[in-house]
């Protein structure tokens, strides 16, 4: 079994659409979790991280269930410039010196016009 | 201002040969990273570095040595480069906290590594 599991799409929606990708982890010795971006032959970029109480930023909301050790990611309003690979990411690092992400393979997203 | 930079951004090179990729970040952070990412997009850790002490080794070939000569720079050489070495090679930078782990990496652009 994976570290971290995604569904790896890819999810074809139009523009303006509401979008939902969902993440399971492994570890339950997790300390951190993340949703990374990554464009086409680019590098994973921050998106947001992700607190156990759930947290938005924008059109972009994700939520944390550490009992079931699930993970969400809900994009609103969905642009065309949203289309990208979206990494669900947890640190099974405490901060310290042992920082260390473990990717899920990404879900991929691409908005139509 | 580029952040975490990497040279070369593409390497292509025969099987057997030996490389490096250089990698620096002008962020002042203590802890630098090197990445694997395969063909399937999968992206994995293989090494960690703080303050030029490795700290995360994953299950890598000792082909594979990292070098760190100061805390802005983590090099990678790879010895007798195999065909199942091809990969985008990221290295990505932290800093280290003991209050939180929720420190965000940031990554470099990328090598691709491409062995014939």
Request: hydrophobic content about 30%; overall charge neutral.
């Amino acid at each position: 079994r994976k570290e971290v599991e995604q569904d790896p799409g890819p999810f074809n929606v139009p523009e303006g659409a509401t979008v939902a990708f969902n993440c399971t982890y492994s570890n339950s010795a997790s300390q951190s979790f993340f949703w990374y971006r990554q464009d086409c032959r680019k590098e994973p970029k921050l998106l947001m991280s992700v607190y156990s109480s759930g947290n938005e930023d924008g059109r972009f909301t994700a939520q944390l269930n550490r009992a079931s050790q699930y993970i969400s990611l809900l994009i609103r309003d969905s642009k065309l410039s949203d289309s990208a690979t979206y990494l669900c990411v947890v640190n099974i690092g405490d901060g310290g010196a042992t920082n260390k992400l473990i990717f899920g393979t990404g879900t991929l997203l691409a908005v139509q016009p | 201002d580029t952040a975490v930079s990497q040279t070369p951004k593409y390497l292509v090179t025969q099987m057997g040969n030996d490389k490096s990729i250089k990698c620096e970040q002008n962020l002042g952070h203590d802890t630098m990273y090197w990445y694997k990412q395969d063909s399937k997009k999968f992206l994995k850790i293989m090494f960690s570095y703080n303050n030029k002490e490795l700290i995360i080794n994953e299950t890598v070939p000792n082909r594979f040595s990292p070098k760190s000569p100061d805390k802005a720079h983590l090099n990678l050489h790879i010895n007798s480069l195999e065909l199942g070495d091809s990969a985008v090679y990221f290295c990505a930078s932290s800093q280290r906290t003991s209050v939180s782990s929720y420190n965000e990496q940031f990554f470099g652009p990328g090598t691709r590594l491409t062995v014939l």
